[in-house]
Every structure is written in structure tokens, then in C-alpha cells.
């Protein structure tokens, strides 16, 4: 059963506001919505002591409830939360889009140590920075049983150096199958780490995007990924160029007679977008594809003449080659439909 508030745009100050909310909240309730409305403390308290009544919640987002919100009545809410909900069966959180930073109140971070059963966290845009970003990592480290979370989201929160301690974090969940870490200014040394993190366990989906990824690094991804069940690996905008693009393959092609014939479902997406990556580039690809099966190959951004050997390789098999920026061709069909439209009122 859901209770759902979602996207009301509404702003709830105090226990009057929250009221009309009581009747809908029963025993049977297993997921929680009230993204994209605003609450302040006095009201949160009031909404979350009723929904203790909720034995077996399993499913909260709150993705920009605390909008606009001082910093203050952020950290009483977090709180608020770590005191109210039970995570005994908490398999779902979203805390999406609050500008949370760098400070967990104790409450919250001794709610998350207790989420077992946790199989989705989703922090993306917290704002939480290094130290933020290390004060999660520590929270989520004092979780027992750490076999259930499989999904993790932390994107666009400017972890840089707080990505080595999460590395380090992460790769003790053995089950974890995706992790986003995507657009966190993270710098070549902190990003190394991270990956080193993963040499012997790697996740099914790893998105790195916008973030600064060493020769080094691409050389440990390349042999991390091939032996492992990797299926989606996003590498767009990290400024691999040419030579990290070559140390990934290098590694990669190692064990491709082994590992690569077990990647025949079709189901392997690379994206190499917007890395510098010129002619030499895109033909080392071509002779890397000759070897193995992919569903989706992102190259576009790049500085190349040709790809069409590659793009020839990769259809054989069904597979998809992303040359152009799709962003791009939206916006050029839409600017030409405009066009049209304009020259049949004229």
C-alpha cells in the first residue's frame, strides 16, 4: 500500500498542515512518498510520529523535501527521521536533492548503522562534499550485515577525496550491483583509489562520469572489468584520451579468449564519450570489438574522422554504436521542426 504525496509542490509549516495527512496513514502502508514538497521541522515531527505507526515501512522518499530550507531546520529534519523511522524493514531511501553537506546528526547516522535490509540508497545532490561524502562512508561502514544493498546513488555531491574512503566502504557490500558516483569533481589520485577499491569484486553497473580517471586508472578498470560481470561501465568525460583509453583495452584484451566469450548476451553498454579521444582512438576500439559482443558503444564527443569499420563490427552482432551526442540531434530536430513550422505561416 503507498501513500504518496509526490510532486504537490505544497509547503507544510506546522501540525495544521499536516493533518489532513493522518487519516491516509495506516499499518498497511509499505511505501512513503513525499517528494518535491517542502516540510519544516515542527511539521516533519508531527507527519513521522504518526507514520511510526507503520510497523513494516519498507519503501521512503523524500527526494527535496527540505528545499530552500536554513541549514538548521535540515539537520533537526534528518534527525527527525533517524528518531521516527524504523529501518528494520527500511529496503528503499531517497534523500535526493537536499542540501544536507557535510554534517550527519548523530540520530540519523545511528538510524542508517541499523538499515540492513537496505537494498536502495539514494543520496544524489546532498551537497555533501569530502567530508560529507566520508561521514557517510563511516555510517554505512558500521552496518552489520552488509549482504542487502545493491543499489547506491551519490552523484553531484563534489565528493573528490572523499571518494578513496567510499571506495573502501562500498566494495565490503558484497552484493552491491550499481553504483552512481557521476559528476563529483573527484581528481585523478582520490578516483584511482576508488577503483582500486574494487580488484576483487566490481559491480554490474559503474557510472564515473565527469570525473578525472589517470592512465593508471584505466588500466585497473580494464582488468577489473573483464573478469568480472560488468555490464554497463561509464567513463564519459573523464579525460582518458587516447593513451587511457589504450591501457584499458591492453588490460582488457588479457583475458578476452577466457572471460570475453561469457559476454555473448549482447548486454555490455561502454561509454568512452567526450574523452579526447581522436582517429587512433576509435581504431583501437575497432579491433577491440572484433573480440567481444556489445549492446551499446557511446563515443560521441570525441575528435575522430571515421568510425564506420567500427560502427560496421559492432552492428554485426546487433549491437549499437552512439556517435553522435543525442542531446544534440534532439535539439537540431527540434530547431528544424521549428523551422517547418514557421515557413507554413509565412
Not at 294 to 299: A, G, N, P, S
Amino acid at each position: 500500500m503507498l501513500l504518496s504525496i509526490a510532486d504537490e509542490g505544497k509547503r507544510y509549516k506546522d501540525t495544521k498542515d499536516v493533518q489532513k495527512l493522518f487519516p491516509k496513514i495506516s499499518d498497511e502502508i509499505k511505501t512513503v512518498n513525499l517528494t518535491g514538497n517542502v516540510f519544516h521541522s515542527p511539521a516533519l515531527r508531527e507527519l513521522f510520529k504518526e507514520l511510526k505507526k507503520i510497523k513494516k515501512l519498507e519503501r521512503l522518499i523524500a527526494s527535496k523535501i527540505f528545499s530552500a530550507l536554513p541549514s538548521s531546520e535540515l539537520l533537526i529534519g534528518l534527525s527527525i527521521i533517524g528518531e521516527f523511522v524504523d529501518p528494520a524493514n527500511l529496503v528503499e531511501l531517497d534523500l535526493s536533492e537536499n542540501a544536507i553537506s557535510t554534517v550527519l546528526p548523530e540520530t540519523f547516522v545511528e538510524f542508517l548503522t541499523r538499515a540492513d535490509k537496505l537494498k536502495v540508497l539514494r543520496m544524489s545532490d546532498c551537497g555533501l562534499g569530502a567530508i560529507g561524502g566520508k561521514n557517510l562512508a563511516m555510517a554505512l561502514e558500521q552496518i552489520k550485515d552488509k549482504s542487502s544493498l545493491e543499489y547506491i546513488d551519490i552523484s553531484k555531491n563534489k565528493l573528490d577525496y572523499g571518494a578513496t574512503e567510499m571506495g573502501k566502504t562500498l566494495s565490503a557490500f558484497p552484493n552491491l550491483k550499481t553504483i552512481k558516483i557521476q559528476y563529483n569533481s573527484i581528481k585523478r589520485a582520490s578516483m584511482d583509489d576508488f577503483i582500486k577499491s574494487f580488484e576483487l569484486y566490481f559491480p554490474t553497473s559503474l557510472d564515473l562520469r565527469d570525473n578525472l580517471i589517470s592512465v593508471e586508472g584505466c588500466k585497473n578498470l580494464g582488468k577489473y572489468f573483464v573478469s568480472w560481470e560488468t555490464e554497463e561501465l561509464f567513463l564519459g568525460d573523464c579525460l582518458v584520451g587516447n593513451e587511457g583509453l589504450e591501457a584499458f583495452i591492453a588490460e582488457a584484451s588479457k583475458k578476452i579468449s577466457k572471460e570475453a566469450e561469457d559476454k555473448s548476451t549482447n548486454n555490455l553498454v561502454l561509454d568512452f564519450s567526450y574523452n579526447n579521444i581522436s582517429q587512433q582512438g576509435v581504431n583501437l576500439l575497432e579491433s577491440y570489438s572484433k573480440h567481444i559482443t556489445v549492446k551499446k558503444l557511446m563515443i560521441y564527443g570525441n575528435d575522430f574522422e571515421d568510425c564506420s569499420a567500427l560502427v560496421g563490427h559492432i552492428s554485426k552482432n546487433k549491437g549499437r554504436v552512439v556517435y553522435e551526442d543525442p542531446e544534440e540531434t534532439e535539439k537540431n530536430v527540434i530547431d528544424e521542426s521549428l523551422v517547418e513550422k514557421f515557413a507554413k505561416i509565412l
